[in-house]
Every structure is written in structure tokens, then in C-alpha cells.
């Protein structure tokens, strides 16, 4: 035993020569060396932390390993691809928008540590990244190749908002994104041998939640940025290998990314379809941290999501304080989908630039379904949404459609219902005849305690077919202001039962509005050409509303996303004279 002791004495010695002089060698600091475990033939591996201990995937013969990452003092970003990443502040609300570029090509990121994935990197896939060890600043570049990736994982970094922790797509020459595939994907070895997100582990390509060793009333992942990846198939149709290793479906509810409580997410220049969902983020309101805040999703194309028959699986699903949804493109649900492109049940919501083919509800904007403790609704913006600057595309013909484009409401407690919504400067191109639709309106209200108010200023609506058009459907109080073209013979209310106020307006009823049937910009000739009057916005007593970032400042790049670029772009107004109505200005 003597022997043996001496002999673990020398292997331990051996060790700590050897990492101090790799320390001294790399010129890191090793102050930290006495901390340093080393674990002797003897010992357990199961006296490891769980998320250390390396598992081998049953579906693999040959055992993991792992690469060391590449360490900087400070994070340097790329400056090839200017969008890659910029900080948003986030001292107001919302954050000023900027001009975006829509190319959608990118390349590696350097952080505090980085972590390169690719088929000539340190790690050759993604199961055998530290997922759940990540720390502020660090970055994990996802270089393009042909085949896709093939895992799942999960994130619990509590990065901060100067140094957020980054997973990074980087595209090839051609400006094609890194794909992670749902389809047979492994889990990765650190969730496994945590277990992690047990419960829930079939609803999500990447979940974002803790560990069963975190505090469940407090421990929140912080200040995660998704960039420049495409993410697929995780609907139900589809199998992972799960914690255990077996070969299980994903549930019907899940989504691409599946964040059960987060503050600061940020999605950006990702192309994700072909999931029952593309982003869910909950607030379920078990206790006063049980929320989450700050989502912004922003240049992404989601399309091609839902699932066939089911109204409850949606492009977006959000509930949180505080969304920015800017300058993205939504195409349409897998056909016979009843869900919408965005469903969302936060405060302060702010949709702003982007463009919605839909083939149901472009937009639900309904109440908050926190259980115990309302940490979304007690925000002084809950009451309030923003929906501003985005055209809305809706044709029966090409994948049916619904009878209003936007719901306003609530789905199961009417006194959760927010009461204003602001509409203005968008552009509405419907088709539809009475055989098909009924009747078709702009917004739906099903409300009938705490009746909304809907502000309607600048917008731009073109009607083509027989359906009789209506501003509302149901309840509520809509206020014509600015200068509103609508189409001729339009009503107030489908039901009879919603009140127009034209507060004092020059509205233009035309069926002809004169815009390109491609572009959805006016014509020479338009009446929508220099006509609109300044929005008037309120402020929100006691709030850091922004009043500034509301007005709008920036169009949807159309003709770039018409032509297939690689992002989707933001271009500046016309900031002298008068704005065009709608959501683009006459040429830009």
C-alpha cells in the first residue's frame, strides 16, 4: 500500500509539472492550479461533476473526445460581415433600429474562449462541445459543411450583456448557413450525462432551461445570441436519441429553439423551417423569477413551420417581457396549418419591418398565461403593442387564409387582455372572393369585458376579390387618424358590434391604391405618395418607452428579399417631406 501511495504521489507530481508548464508555455496564468482535480486510476469517475464525465453515445462505437478551446484576453468580432454582431442597447424601449445588410455572409468569431466545430477544427461535431459549462464571452463558431450536424443541446450560460455568450454560423462562399438537423440527432454528451431538461427533453433542438443541481426559483440563463445557422426538422414525424441513448419522436409542441425562462435572446440572420415551431420562449409565472425577458428576433426567415391541422403551433411563440420581432421574413405554415406566423402573448411587443406571407393569421397578439405570479403583465407596457412598418400578404389561393389578418384578444382570460394596439404604416395586399372567405377584416377583437382600443394610422390596404371588407371583427374601438387608403364600401365591424372612429383623418377609399404587385410599392401615380401624416404616439407614465425608436425610420429591403438574398435587409425613409402611406416608400 506504501508502494502504491508513493506511486499516486508521483503520478499527481507528474501532472502539475506538466500543466504548469503548458500554463507557462501558452503565457496563461496559473494561479488557479491548485484548484486543478486530478483524478488517479483509483478514483471514480462518478465523483466527477455530471456535466464533466464523458459519455459515449450508444450509437457510437468509438469514444468521445475533447478539444481544447482557444483563449483571447478580450472577444474580437468579425468585421467582414458587419450585421454578424452589433450590441443592442437596451436602455429604452425599444432599442433604436439601424440599417441592415442583406448579405447574409459571415465568418468566425473570437471570444474569450472559442470553441471551432468543423470537419478541419478542434471539435468535428457538436456533441462533444461543454454546452452546459459555457461561460460570458465565449464563442462557438459553426463552420458550413455539406452534411448537416446531427445533435441536440442544451444551454444554461449566465452570460453578461457586454460579453454574451455567441454560438456563431459561418457560412461558406456562397453564403450558405451551417445546418443543425433535428433528424436523428444525438444528444449531446454533457446533457445526457446530466440529464438534462429531462421532462421536456423531445421539445426543442436547442433548450435553453438549468440543471437539476440549479436553484429552480432563481437560476435563469442570461444573454445568449444565436447567429447565422439553419435549423430544421424537429417536428413530430421526426426521431432524436434521446438522454438515454434510445431512439424517440419529438412531441408535437416543440420548437428549433425552446427557451423555458431566459433573459436576453437574441436570434439573428437564421433561416429555420420545418419544425412544429421555430422560437418558443415561456414565462410561466411559478414564482417572482419565472420569466422570461428581452427576445429579439431579428433578419431571420422562418417559414414552412406548423403543423397540418394543428392551431396551436405557430411560426413564433412568445411570452415574455419585452419581444422585438424586426426585419424578418415569415412565409407561410406547412399547408393546412391552422397556426400563425406569430403568436404572442408579452409586453411592450414591438413588430416592426418585416414581411408575412400568410396562410392563416399573420399575427396574434393575445394575453399572457402566467400562472401564480404576473411578472409579464405587471410591466407598465403590457397593456401596450406596437405593430408597425411590415407588409402582410394574404392569399386564398395559394395556401388558403383566414378572415382577419391580426387577432387582438385573449384565448382564455378576458381580464388579461392588453388594451391598446398601435397600427400604422403598413401594407396590406388580401385576395379572397365570397365563395371563399365570408368576409375579411383587419383585426379580429374577441373581447367582450375590457373592450381594446386599436390606433390606425398611415396604413395601406389593397383588397382584391368579392369578400366585403371590414376594419374589425367583434369588439372593440378602432381610431382612423392620419390618412388610412382602405378599399371602397368598407365597413366598421363584421359583427355589427365594434365601433370606427374617423378622429379626424382624410382617408382615401380606392380598390386601385396604384402599388406594384411585386414590390408592394406605390406607383408613380399613387394616391399613397407623399400623403401620410406624422403618427402621433403616446408616451407611457413612469416607463422607458422611447417614443424616438417607435416613429418610423426604416422599410424592409423588398427587393433584395425578393431576389433570394441571403438575410433580409433594413433601408432607411425618406426623413425630409412627407412619408409615403404604408410600409415602403414610392422608390428607395
Known amino acids: 500500500m506504501a508502494v502504491y501511495s508513493r506511486g499516486v504521489q508521483l503520478y499527481k507530481f507528474l501532472i502539475h509539472f506538466l500543466v504548469s508548464l503548458s500554463c507557462l508555455i501558452a503565457l496563461q496564468s496559473c494561479s488557479d492550479l491548485k ?71 459571415s465568418s468566425a468569431m473570437s471570444g474569450l474562449r472559442t470553441f471551432n466545430v468543423g470537419p478541419d477544427k478542434e471539435y468535428k461535431e457538436l456533441d462533444t462541445i461543454p454546452w452546459l459549462t459555457m461561460r460570458a464571452g465565449d464563442v462557438v463558431n459553426i463552420f458550413y459543411r455539406q452534411e448537416p450536424y446531427r445533435t441536440k443541446f442544451g444551454l444554461r450560460v449566465q452570460a453578461t450583456v457586454d460579453q454574451p455568450f455567441i454560438i456563431n454560423g459561418v457560412t461558406n462562399s456562397n453564403c450558405d448557413k451551417p445546418i443543425i438537423s433535428g433528424e436523428n440527432a444525438k444528444t449531446a454528451d454533457d446533457s445526457r450525462a446530466a440529464s438534462f431538461a429531462q421532462d421536456f427533453q423531445s421539445q ?125 421574413y415569415f412565409g407561410r405554415n406547412v399547408v393546412n396549418s391552422a397556426g400563425f406566423n406569430v403568436k404572442d402573448r408579452s409586453s411592450g411587443t414591438v413588430i416592426r419591418y418585416n414581411k408575412f406571407d400568410t396562410s392563416s393569421r399573420a399575427i396574434d397578439l393575445s394575453e399572457t398565461e402566467e400562472e401564480y405570479t404576473s411578472n409579464v403583465k405587471s410591466d407598465l407596457l403590457y397593456q401596450h403593442a406596437w405593430v408597425y412598418g411590415n407588409i402582410i400578404n394574404s392569399d386564398y389561393n395559394v395556401n388558403g387564409a383566414r378572415e382577419h389578418l391580426l387577432n387582438f384578444g385573449y384565448d382564455n382570460n378576458p381580464d388579461r387582455t392588453r388594451k391598446f394596439l398601435h397600427f400604422y404604416h403598413n401594407t396590406i395586399m388580401s385576395k379572397s372572393n365570397s365563395d371563399q372567405l365570408r368576409y375579411m377584416s383587419i383585426i379580429n377583437v374577441n373581447e367582450f369585458t375590457n373592450l381594446p382600443v386599436i390606433y390606425l394610422s398611415n396604413n395601406l390596404v389593397k383588397h382584391t376579390g368579392t369578400s366585403p371588407y371590414y376594419i374589425l371583427r367583434n369588439q372593440g374601438t378602432a381610431h382612423l387618424s392620419g390618412v388610412n387608403i382602405l378599399p371602397l364600401k368598407w365597413g366598421n365591424s363584421e359583427s355589427m358590434l365594434g365601433t370606427v372612429v374617423n378622429s379626424y383623418s382624410n382617408q382615401i377609399d380606392t380598390n386601385d391604391p396604384k402599388i406594384n404587385q411585386t414590390t408592394f410599392r406605390p406607383l408613380t401615380n399613387s394616391p399613397a405618395s407623399n400623403s401620410a401624416n406624422i403618427t402621433t404616439l403616446n408616451t407611457v407614465a413612469n416607463s422607458d418607452l422611447s417614443i424616438n425608436n417607435l416613429l418610423v425610420s426604416h422599410e424592409i429591403d423588398i427587393e433584395k428579399l425578393n431576389a433570394n438574398a441571403s438575410s433580409v435587409g433594413l433601408k432607411a425613409r425618406r426623413i425630409t417631406g412627407s412619408k409615403d402611406i404604408g410600409a415602403l416608400d414610392q422608390s428607395n
Open 35 to 105: 484548484s486543478i482535480q486530478v483524478v488517479t486510476p483509483s478514483e471514480s469517475m462518478a465523483s466527477r461533476a455530471p456535466e464533466q464525465n464523458l459519455v459515449t453515445p450508444t450509437t457510437s462505437a468509438t469514444p468521445t473526445t475533447s478539444a481544447t478551446p482557444t483563449t483571447s484576453a478580450t472577444p474580437t468580432l468579425s468585421s467582414e460581415s458587419p450585421d454578424a454582431f452589433k450590441k443592442i442597447s437596451l436602455n429604452v424601449w425599444p432599442p433604436a433600429s439601424e440599417v441592415l445588410s442583406s448579405n447574409g455572409c
Open 204 to 328: 426543442g433542438l436547442i433548450i435553453i432551461w438549468r440543471q437539476s443541481s440549479d436553484s429552480n426559483d432563481t437560476y435563469k440563463a442570461k444573454n445568449i445570441i444565436i447567429l447565422n445557422l439553419k435549423l430544421i426538422n424537429t417536428r413530430s414525424s421526426y426521431s432524436f436519441y434521446n438522454n438515454s441513448g434510445a431512439l424517440t419522436k419529438y412531441d408535437d409542441f416543440n420548437a428549433a429553439i425552446y427557451a423555458r425562462r431566459v433573459s436576453g435572446l437574441r436570434v439573428e440572420n437564421c433561416e429555420i423551417s420545418n419544425n412544429s415551431q421555430a422560437v418558443f420562449t415561456n414565462s410561466a409565472g411559478q414564482n417572482s423569477n419565472d420569466y422570461s425577458e428581452y427576445i429579439i428576433i431579428r433578419k431571420n426567415k422562418i417559414y414552412s413551420n406548423g403543423v397540418s391541422g394543428n392551431q396551436f403551433l405557430h411560426g413564433l411563440y412568445l411570452q415574455a417581457r419585452r419581444t422585438l420581432i424586426e426585419s424578418n
